[in-house]
């Protein structure tokens, strides 16, 4: 399900706050359900995307975090 896992992607990198993020996924699951995707794979992938999210430091802050350091 690429396409879900898509539509999670975009509400992710859109919202700058988790409060955000939160009512972006309960739209996303309110207007996926309209459409009759299964609301357990639905849920199932939002899990995992968040779940790898959390765990993994995103592209953007790696790039920061070298823009920072000193050499002496």
């Known amino acids: 399900m ?3 896992r898509t539509l999670v992607d ?3 990198r ?3 706050s988790w409060l955000g993020f ?3 996924i309960k739209k ?3 207007i996926l359900w309209r459409n009759l995707f299964p609301v357990h794979i639905v849920e ?3 899990n ?3 779940s790898r999210a959390t765990i993994r430091p995103s592209a953007s802050s ?3 975090q070298a823009s920072f350091s000193m050499r002496l």
């Open 48 to 50: 995992r995307y968040v």
């Open 10 to 12: 975009r509400v992710y």
């Open 2 to 4: 690429g396409f879900i």
């Open 14 to 16: 859109i919202n700058n």
């Open 44 to 46: 199932k992938i939002i």
């Open 28 to 30: 996303l699951t309110l």
């Open 62 to 64: 790696q790039v920061r």
């Open 22 to 24: 939160h009512k972006g």
